[in-house]
């Protein structure tokens, strides 16, 4: 009597653990879509989205489509970024480890909506505000809730290229300019024990901003300077 009850246990335990991997399976690319928008949204502070993803385990490739980050507060595009076709190259002996391995991953025509308003604030400053992250209080509070229970990745390179930049500068009261944004390159993200989903997203998201700043001030600058000295002319000698 008592083998049929271990036996019994056993033939259950191994039903919900056969159940949960089906489940894993078959839901790994909602999983995987849910995990991107939380630690996404989690990292910028406004809503991180994703249209669908498509996670091939066999070969260990994976893609992304249709994936944006809404404005901070106080801008009026809905979006910051939208970024495009993404692909990745898992290496697969590394799935059930930690960190997980990606090889590569490349974001091809990424668009980046820049703002800069009247008072010299742009919607960039704020995102970059937001990448902050907490105070250090609740950031060590919110490591020790999820310590052991995150998974870490390690990137080997990340591409973003072939992307454009839709420039809005309320001073030079002018249509939108349109930039192009120079391939960027990011290598070893997480190389030293990993990086958290809301690590990597603050990294990639920064690096994409400050490049985004560079070609802007770069392009327009001079011009944007002209015109503030324009204007210092006409307040303060009437011209």
């Not at 002996?93 to 590569?104: G, N, T």
């Not at 958290?196 to 011009?223: D, H, I, Y």
């Amino acid at each position: 009597m008592k083998k049929g009850r271990i036996f019994l246990i056993i033939a259950v335990l191994v039903f919900l653990v056969a159940g949960a991997i089906v489940y894993v399976l078959t839901n790994l690319n909602f999983i995987v879509k849910a995990a991107i928008e939380k630690y996404g949204s989690q990292a910028t502070k406004t809503a991180v989205r994703v249209s669908s993803v498509n996670v091939r385990l066999s070969s260990g490739e994976a893609s992304i489509a249709g994936l944006t980050v809404a404005n901070p507060r106080g801008f009026t595009a809905p979006n910051i970024f939208s970024l495009g076709n993404i692909s990745t190259r898992i290496v697969v002996q590394s799935v059930a480890k930690s960190p997980l391995e990606i090889r590569d991953i490349r974001i091809i025509g990424p668009e980046v909506s820049y703002e800069m308003t009247k008072s010299r604030t742009s919607n960039l400053d704020a995102l970059t505000k937001n990448l902050q992250g907490p105070e250090p209080a609740q950031k060590e509070q919110g490591e020790k809730k999820a310590k052991g229970k995150e998974v870490k990745l390690f990137i080997r390179k990340l591409v973003i290229e072939k992307g454009r930049v839709e420039a809005h500068i309320a001073a030079l009261g002018e249509k939108p300019i349109l930039l192009d944004l120079p391939r960027l390159e990011l290598i070893d993200i997480g190389k030293n024990g990993g990086a958290t989903p809301a690590e990597v997203a603050k990294t990639v998201a920064t690096a994409l901003a400050e490049e985004t700043a560079k070609v802007v001030a770069r392009s327009q600058g001079e011009k944007y300077l002209r015109k503030s000295a324009e204007d210092l002319l006409k307040r303060y000698l009437g011209k």
